[in-house]
């Protein structure tokens, strides 16, 4: 089955500094890599997602970017906020079947 | 949008008491999906299911059932609580066909004492 690792598991940045959190999946069969961010206390919720034949996708401060070839896509957030602090997991899967995900990443921002 | 609602938001049962969780979705998704979460080790899958009637274990299905009579509730049980399943418990649905990964319920957080 499917196996998604993600790194770094915590990350600590100050506010307006950009942040980086990457994983690896194992099945190259897999053709949908979301992301989810849950805050303390909430359910995660679904921020951004990107199919396997898309390289790169923006929603304002938020990006995603994947590499077939290597297997590992990574999420980038730039000029970061405090309410960017939260844990984030990403996650794959073939479209349509069952989500595996990574980790989680703790990301705070310090003002 | 989706609304994906789980019965209770905290539950407190004793060892070896069989207990259940109800979730229910309102847009006829055909998946469902029962998460534990627990700090350190992230979401696991339990079960699944992609149909009434349907299921099909996670990854972590030992002292659990599910059960799926409607097409918009899936019950997670408990058959006989033990202590190690405190723990945080999602329920997630998503559609067979789509691109739009999965929504959330709120989460039900289980301790067992």
């Known amino acids: 089955g499917e196996n998604v690792e993600q790194h770094p598991s915590t990350l600590s940045v100050q506010e307006g500094d950009s942040a980086v959190i990457k994983c690896t999946y194992s099945?190259?069969?897999?053709?949908?890599f979301p992301w989810y961010k849950q805050e303390l206390g909430k359910r995660p919720q679904l921020i951004i997602d990107?199919?396997?034949?898309?390289g790169e996708k923006k929603d304002q401060r938020i990006a995603v970017t994947l590499n077939k070839t290597a297997k590992h896509f990574s999420l980038h957030i730039t000029e970061t906020q405090p309410e960017d602090s939260a844990v984030y997991f990403c996650?794959?899967?073939?479209?349509?079947?069952?989500?595996?995900f990574g980790g989680g990443t703790r990301v705070l921002v310090k003002p | 949008d989706v609304k994906v609602t789980q019965s209770s938001r905290y539950l407190v049962k004793r060892t070896g008491e069989k207990v259940f969780l109800e979730c229910v979705q309102d847009?006829?998704?055909?998946?469902m999906f029962w998460y534990r979460q627990d700090p350190g080790l992230g979401l696991r899958l339990i079960y699944f299911?992609?149909?009434?009637?349907?299921?099909e274990k996670g990854d972590i299905p030992e002292g659990y059932s599910v059960s799926r009579e409607k097409k918009e509730r899936f019950s997670l049980i408990l058959e006989s609580a033990s202590t190690n399943q405190t723990s945080m418990y999602l329920c997630?649905?998503?559609?067979?066909?789509?691109?739009?990964?999965?929504?959330f319920g709120s989460g039900t957080r289980l301790t067992v004492v």
């Open positions: 299911s992609y149909d009434v009637k349907m299921k």
């Open positions: 099945d190259s069969a897999s053709n949908y």
């Open positions: 996650a794959a899967n073939l479209v349509g079947n069952k989500l595996t």
């Open positions: 997630a649905s998503g559609a067979f066909t789509g691109s739009y990964g999965y929504t």
């Open positions: 990107i199919r396997s034949n898309v």
């Open positions: 847009m006829d998704h055909e998946n």
